[in-house]
């Protein structure tokens, strides 16, 4: 939201941010449903659950509203392209991070993520896994399961974890919940050795990063989604320019105690 706006102001373009408080693909539809009726210049949106939204985004196309999908992709909908995470960067920046800590030392993993069907967390997961084939100490995958993105079974699958695998010395998440689960775990158990890296810059993770619980986590650019995405969108209106690529990284940041009160900034550049 606040790269959209920052972009809106900037641009001098009228900016209405809506959507619903929580997931409601239902919602969503609506609010795109009342976006063409008002005859909107152009959409940015997630496309969270194409096969629900899908109708929606056709009547988009209909209309001659062009749409811009964040975050996520529906190769079966029509969009002019796609800015969100390269999960793949992602998860390797994150294993580099952690073979320069664990500086050869054998390496015993615990990845969660929120369902083992999700498109991000394999492909994130995948590109961890991907880097660590490069690590010149022993790296072993000790337990990798889903959480369906609920704190009380994140937790209650690191509690499970940790007794049955005690060789267990780091926990990746790519899945939000996984670091403040694994930190609430590992405080309640007294398992100050195990390196916990997050994913997104959510404050109950940042708060554990400060206590020093959690080591790092990687930020997704949520703000260069709105920002560029409106660029993207504002090209192709004014201009009659598509995006030269259609699918565009808009890139995340290593956060850790050391840069935890810079990193915001650097995701603005």
Not at 136 to 160: H, P
Not at 161 to 176: D, H, K, Y
Not at 199 to 219: N, R
Request: proline fraction near 4%; hydrophobic fraction near 45%.
């Amino acid at each position: 939201r606040a790269g959209f706006e920052d972009a809106a102001a900037k641009y001098g373009f009228n900016a209405q941010y809506v959507g619903p408080q929580g997931i409601d693909p239902a919602e969503m539809v609506n609010q795109i449903e009342i976006a063409i009726a008002n005859q909107v210049d152009g959409i940015i949106v997630m496309p969270i659950a194409p096969e629900a939204m899908r109708p929606a985004f056709a009547k988009c196309a209909e209309a001659g509203i062009p749409v811009l999908f964040v975050a996520s992709e529906d190769y079966e909908s029509e969009s002019i392209a796609f800015i969100g995470t390269n999960e793949a960067a992602l998860g390797r920046a994150g294993a580099e991070a952690i073979m320069e800590k664990m500086a050869g030392e054998p390496i015993y993993a615990h990845i969660l993520q929120s369902t083992m069907d999700a498109s991000f967390a394999i492909k994130a997961r995948d590109g961890y896994l991907a880097a660590f084939e490069e690590y010149e100490g022993e790296f072993t995958l000790v337990v990798n399961e889903a959480c369906n993105s609920d704190m009380m079974v994140a937790m209650e699958k690191y509690q499970n974890s940790f007794a049955a695998n005690p060789e267990i010395n780091v926990v990746i998440g790519v899945c939000g919940e996984a670091g403040p689960a694994a930190a609430k775990v590992v405080k309640e158990q007294g398992l100050e050795d195990i390196l916990i890296v997050a994913i997104d810059d959510v404050a109950e993770t940042m708060d554990f990063i400060e206590e020093g619980v959690i080591w790092g986590t990687m930020a997704q650019n949520f703000y260069s989604m709105g920002y560029k995405g409106s660029e993207f969108l504002l090209a192709l209106i004014n201009d009659g320019e598509m995006p030269a690529e259609y699918s565009n990284d808009s890139g995340s940041v290593f956060v850790t105690m050391e840069n935890i009160d810079s990193y915001a900034a650097s995701l603005m550049e």
